[in-house]
Nanobody, 123 residues
């Protein structure tokens, strides 16, 4: 089964920047819409950002607008999430997902998921 693989999560301090990456274990997702979700302990999962298959349209949660940037390089078959001005409330496991629908804001609209990468922001 094709799986997405995230990387880049680690412990950082408030105000730092971090870039997450996501690539499929096999195949290509260049014609899929992609998204980043996050799950913090004791909180509901939320969509962080989404991007259309060609990168032309993006969506951001209000909590990350102006700080996070989602992008993709279809030649490298890789999805990115650039996170700047990180806050302790950004601490969560971040998941990338791929689906055929755009805009897709709900987890059930995505078909493929990664295992997640932990981002911890200390104050």
């Amino acid at each position: 089964q094709v799986q997405l693989v995230e990387s880049g999560g680690r412990l950082v301090q408030a105000g730092d920047s971090l870039r997450l990456s996501c690539a499929p274990s096999e195949g290509t997702f260049s014609d899929y819409a992609m998204g980043w979700f996050r799950q913090a302990p004791g909180k509901e999962g939320e969509i962080v950002a989404a991007i259309k298959w060609d990168g032309a349209i993006t969506h951001y949660a209000d909590s990350v607008k102006g700080r996070f940037t989602i992008s993709r390089d279809n030649l490298k078959n890789t999805l990115y999430l650039q996170m700047n001005s990180l806050k302790p409330e950004d601490t969560a496991v971040y998941y990338c997902a791929a689906g055929r629908v755009y805009p897709a804001r709900r987890p059930d609209e995505y078909n493929y998921w990664g295992q997640g990468t932990q981002v911890t922001v200390s104050s």
